[in-house]
């Protein structure tokens, strides 16, 4: 009996540390399955996660495509809304016609409703009407007559017209042919350019050739040139005086200086000019002295406008000699032509 104990007690102490074993291996073995679970649960989770991801990023680009949609509608609804304010304007502008198309279809209703009333005539009325349409027409006749008679009674005028215009051009030529010859006997004796005919027909000497700079008193190298004219002066007056008024001497000036300065200036040279030619000649100042007169116009009539250059100005400063045509020679022209228009009827 105590063996049997003695063994019993012997197997117990031997089978000790295989059972701890054993609860060894059955918790390693728990906690291999936890942490399974827990790698699988992670796993899940990922996937859930990612698939989260997935959903959150279609859903914000849903979003962002209903946005984008939201706006546009937006924008459509602000242009239906803009669109319908100008409808809105058309049909108020429209309705606006219609009542103007409706006025005026009222008001020609009325003129309809007057000429109507106008045309209701009673034939006394229609025989009168008649009449003044014959009397109208034979009025109309007569005015075509006597417009006929007035396109030729204009045409024969004009063609006299422009007869008495060849007439008084002889006239307006006059002072130029006088001055031709005058040029022409200048030039024969001195040469030609000293003396020019400006676009007014007159006689031109430029002041350089007469004066020093700011002086009246005649150079010396002028006499000959004012000998001269003096002599062409008085055989132009034998041969036609009877068509001279008068022979001005003018005087010219630059802008250089003040206007008062170029004033007495110009009248100086007029007249020493003037002085010199009778001095020069003096049958001239006995026999036509009454033909002559002498003027300053200091610088108010230029040859050339905006003289800023001394080549400018020195143009401008120069002595014109002025034919003026006796009047009664172109009243002569006039009465010859009236006296022709007398023969003519």
């Given amino acids: ?15 000790y540390w295989p059972s701890f074993a054993d609860v060894m291996s ?15 649960k992670n796993i899940i989770i990922s996937i859930n996660l990612d698939e989260q991801e997935a959903t959150n990023i279609a859903t914000g680009a849903q ?26 304007t058309i049909l108020i502008m429209l309705e606006e016609e219609l009542a103007a198309k409706e006025i005026s279809l009222s008001l020609l209703e009325n003129e309809l409703a007057a000429k109507q009333a106008a045309l209701e ?58 001055f031709e010859k005058v040029k022409k006997s200048i030039d024969e004796a001195l040469g030609e350019g000293y003396v020019t005919i400006g676009d007014e027909g007159n006689l031109q000497i430029n002041a ?41 001497v003018e005087g010219h000036a630059s802008t250089d200086g003040t206007y008062l300065k170029n004033q007495l200036l110009s009248t100086d040279r007029a007249n020493a000019v003037l002085l010199y030619l009778f001095d020069s000649n003096r049958r001239l100042e006995t026999n036509y ?41 172109v009243g002569q022209i006039i ?3 009236l006296d022709s228009l007398d023969d003519a009827s």
Avoid: H
């Avoid at 962002?64 to 409808?87: I, P």
């Avoid at 108010?300 to 009047?327: C, G, H, M, W």
């Fill in 1 to 15: 009996m105590k063996q049997r104990v003695s063994y019993l007690k012997k197997t117990e102490a031997e089978n």
């Fill in 26 to 40: 059955t918790m390693v073995l728990i906690m291999l399955f936890l942490v399974l679970i827990v790698f699988i």
């Fill in 63 to 88: 979003l962002e495509a209903t946005r984008n949609d939201l706006a546009a509608k937006e924008l459509a609804l602000q242009e239906t809304q803009l669109d319908l304010e100008t409808k809105q």
């Fill in 121 to 178: 005539l009673s034939e006394e009325e229609a025989a009168n009407l008649e009449n003044l349409i014959l009397i109208l027409a034979e009025q109309q006749a007569a005015l075509e007559a006597q417009k006929q008679e007035l396109l030729a009674l204009i045409a024969l005028n004009t063609i006299e017209l422009e007869s008495m215009r060849e007439q008084l051009q002889k006239v307006a030529v006059m002072q130029v042919e006088i």
């Fill in 208 to 248: 350089s050739l007469l004066f020093q700079v700011d002086s009246s008193e005649i150079a010396p190298s002028a006499y000959t040139l004012l000998d001269k004219l003096a002599t062409a002066f008085e055989e132009i007056l034998k041969d036609s005086g009877k068509y001279i008024e008068s022979i001005m």
């Fill in 289 to 329: 002295a009454n033909y002559f007169g002498a003027v300053g116009y200091s610088e108010s009539r230029p040859l050339v406008q905006n003289d800023y250059t001394e080549t400018l100005r020195a143009k401008n400063r120069r002595i014109e000699f002025s034919i003026v045509v006796r009047e009664e020679n």
């Fill in 335 to 337: 009465q010859e032509y």
